[in-house]
């Protein structure tokens, strides 16, 4: 073989193991950029997301306002009949609730009547209250309150008494969640007979 015909395979198999070496850094360049373009599309998936949450979370809010939920209540709670500005909350307004719970809302207010005992679920999440008096299933000493979503629901709440008619506080407690099962608890005693419990719950 001659001295040309060597020079020339030579030349060719560089030439060759050059255009390689761009294939293949065209190709890790492509690859590179898909791996940006899909993490940027999660990304404005995700920001989204949290866009969309935000909003959700916003319009509840300006829906509710704070007699129906948000955040925490300290005014005069007396029943509607004699004045006040609401009533106890019943399912459709305890789901609210749960909707603000899942939007990412930590703070909401609650009122139940003394004898009342329901359950509700929605977005993910389930509350329950029970009351303390025996002849609404209760013990006969203690109120219960139950919270859970799948990924636990620690909390913490001022609980009170109302009067009905005046709206009187009584029986101030701040209470601590406890595990129950899956869900976690308060229960808060029974001192006085008085229309409404109302609590003013901080999600942990």
Request: a positive charge; glycine letters at 10%.
């Amino acid at each position: 073989m001659s001295e040309t015909h060597l020079n020339t395979e030579t030349v060719f198999e560089a030439s060759w193991r050059h255009i390689c070496r761009r294939i293949n850094t065209v190709l890790e360049l492509k690859l590179k950029i898909q791996k940006l373009e899909k993490e940027l599309e999660n990304k404005k998936s995700q920001e989204k997301g949290q866009d969309d949450k935000c909003n959700e979370l916003e319009k509840l809010k300006m829906e509710m306002g704070e007699i129906g939920g948000v955040g925490h209540f300290l005014g005069n709670d007396k029943g509607t009949y004699f004045g006040g500005v609401r009533d106890e909350m019943a399912d459709e307004e305890l789901k609210k609730v749960l909707r603000l719970f899942a939007a990412g809302e930590k703070k909401v207010n609650l009122k139940f009547l003394w004898f009342q005992y329901l359950e509700v679920a929605e977005a993910g999440w389930t509350i329950q209250f029970k009351s303390a008096d025996k002849n609404y299933g209760g013990d006969g000493q203690y109120f219960y309150l139950w919270l859970s979503n799948k990924g636990g629901a620690k909390f913490k709440a001022i609980a009170q008494q109302i009067g009905g008619g005046s709206g009187k506080e009584k029986n101030q407690r701040e209470l601590q969640s406890e595990k129950d099962g899956t869900r976690q608890r308060i229960k808060y005693e029974q001192v006085a007979v008085f229309a409404f419990v109302r609590f003013n719950i901080t999600i942990l």
